[in-house]
């Protein structure tokens, strides 16, 4: 029997980063996955995937709306071939998972593939159809990640009911996709098959749509995706999900409880994520589960089981693969004698439509609720010469901080390329900056980061320069 210093069940970014810090270190690991590509979700079904398809459709949508102003002049139709598209998603994918395996090489960490469940707190039998191995471990961690969500009366058949897994392979672009959810994985895949050509409606539970976000980005994704003509049915209950040939019928009851009806040839349920256990045998281990099937962890992700951790989707906090690998660190270190920490109020989140949203910190609700006094300051991007020069001038940088202090709360941002500009608001909330500090930060001309340093002299004082 093989024995390890640490087995880590799953290999998305959780359990992969955790297996490689923990090499890093000088332990001896396994890395066990069920599925024949390492990755996880992430890499395989979700993340990369995803922006693959975003930057394609992004690509194809210039082409058609913008090229001729830039005085790019295409002869005959541009025309979208769905099946090279995802074919180079699909590249992508390969590319990225192939990135893994020469990781885990390089750093002599032993690959298994099959099920991986628990015999007892230190033996996890490895099932690979009627193959089984059995190998023994001081610690474990358990970063088995999650999957999509759905209601308890649809039933998803996979074919024209379909989750995010499926979106991401497509043979055909949907003349209407009806998409229940209006969270970030919904969004997402809404921009990229409106932008090519499909009728998208989009149906949310709540008041708005990426309702965790400050409100003001909301209200401000809301307008800009309408401008696209994806049409949004907020406050909309879904009582019923029913497939007849190749239409889908989506009932629901709106803010008034009326019924309304929707009818199209693709239903995407989008209604988040959650955490994926079936399989590990936790019980077996004295591994306890929440009500909510995750598994319980204290301050250092540590389960009721001493030696056995758990990080990334499985737990509680949000389900991001940056957030799990943070995690995943945090576990190797601690098992090494060291004193990691993660502040999750500084783990950005992200949304990668176009314009793309980002944050960190307290939104203005939090901040209200919490009775903290704040100020505001906040810069329109259409201002910057940056923006106007590559045509993305929606959105806007808001940022918040204490009243008396000046001590940066939090930073909301949707515009071009925020998804990498929320870093610079990362890193000044780590050494908690004030809006003074990135105020006097020089920041280069013209750029979109101008945003964050117009916004901060919005929030010192009102003395922005440029609007």
Known sequence: MNQYDVA??????????AAIRCAQLGMKTAIIEKYNTLGGTCLNVGCIPSK????????????????ETHGIEIPGEVRVNLEKMIARKQAVVDQTTKGIQFLMDKNKIEVYQGIGSFQDATHISIQQGKKETVIEAKNTIIATGSKPATLPFITLDKERVITSTEALKLKEIPKHMVIIGGGV??????????????????????????????????????KVLKKQKIKFYLSHKVKSVQRKGKQV??????????????????????????????????????????????????????????????????????????????EGTMVAEILAGQKPHIDYNLIPGVV???????????????????????????????????????????????????????????????????????????????????????????????TYAEAVKEAALAATEDRALHV
């Not at 693959?52 to 090229?67: I, N, Q, R």
């Not at 809404?190 to 539970?205: C, K």
Request: aromatic content about 6%; glycine content about 10%; overall charge negative.
């Open 185 to 222: 994985i919904g969004l997402e895949l809404g921009q990229v098959y409106r932008r090519l050509g499909a009728d998208v409606s989009v149906i949310e539970f709540m008041d708005r749509i990426i309702p965790g976000m400050d409100a003001a980005l909301s209200r401000e994704l809301m």
């Open 249 to 326: 019928t989506i009932k629901a009851d709106d803010k008034k409880g009326q019924e309304v009806s929707f009818s199209g040839d693709y239903c995407l349920v989008s209604v988040g994520r959650k955490p994926y256990t079936e399989g590990l045998n936790a019980e077996a281990a004295g591994v306890k589960l929440d009500d909510k099937g995750r598994v319980e962890v204290n301050g250092h992700l540590q389960t009721s089981a001493s030696n056995i951790y758990a990080v990334g989707d499985v737990v509680r906090g949000a389900m991001l693969a940056h957030k799990a690998e943070e």
């Open 8 to 17: 880590v069940i799953g290999s998305g970014p959780g359990g992969y980063v």
């Open 52 to 67: 693959a398809l975003l930057d394609s459709s992004h690509h194809y949508e210039d082409a058609v709306k913008h090229f």
């Open 352 to 446: 990668y439509t176009w314009p793309e949203v980002a944050a960190v910190g307290k939104t203005e609700e939090e901040l209200k609720e919490a009775g903290i006094s704040y100020k505001s300051g906040q810069f329109p991007m259409r201002a910057l010469g940056r923006s106007r020069a590559s045509m993305d001038i929606d959105g806007f940088v808001k940022i918040l901080a204490d009243k008396e202090t000046d001590e940066v709360l939090g930073v909301h941002m949707i515009g071009a390329r925020c998804a990498d500009l929320i870093t610079e608001a990362v890193t000044a909330m780590e050494f908690r900056a004030s809006a003074e500090d990135i105020a006097r930060m020089s920041h280069a001309h013209p």
